[in-house]
């Protein structure tokens, strides 16, 4: 079975704008890249969770999600850091759907399709709804804030994947 780390987008691996769709806003925070980079290396396999209910709302399109997205796998692409694969929840919270974090349905269908055990995986979010989810998938899950940057979230990550 594959190990993984579940990301977060927006102001987990890029800096969150409010509403992040236009190619411009697409800002990689401090120290991701190589951060994602040691996760590589580690075998990690490497998926972003991402609710973006900006579609749901009506404020863009999927399209624009979708090409959001190709730019960020491209642009890490050009690092050496592959990503594995992006889901995303295009609702909003009114629609009551069933894949908006913190359920952990997007991460369970990420296991599934990737046949990843949980035990040897990991969550990484700044937002408890990022904990929870993973939390509920049965994953070691790390929330970021102000004073955690990734890169020791990551030095965690890999102290606990040489135990
Ligand atoms: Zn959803």
Redesign the pocket.
């Known amino acids: 079975m594959n190990k993984a780390v579940f990301l977060d987008r927006d102001g987990t691996i890029n800096v969150d704008h409010g509403y992040v769709y236009k190619p411009e806003d697409l800002q990689f925070i401090e120290k991701v890249p190589e951060s994602l980079l040691r996760l590589i290396k580690a075998d990690f396999l490497l998926i972003i969770i991402t609710n973006q209910s900006g579609v749901g709302r009506g404020f863009f399109t999927e399209e624009a999600v979708n090409s959001f997205n190709e730019n960020l796998i491209s642009q890490l692409l050009e690092k050496n850091i592959k990503i594995t694969d992006v889901f995303v929840?295009?609702?909003n919270p009114d629609q009551n759907?069933d894949?908006?974090k913190p359920s952990p349905k997007l991460i369970f269908e990420a296991m599934k399709k990737y046949d990843i055990d949980p035990t040897r995986s990991f969550m990484i979010g700044d937002k408890e709804s990022d904990v929870l989810s993973g939390n509920k998938a049965g994953v070691t899950s790390f929330l970021l804030d102000k004073d955690q940057d990734f890169s020791i979230i990551t030095d965690q990550i890999l102290q606990l994947n040489d135990e």
């Open positions: 929840c295009f609702h759907c894949c908006r």
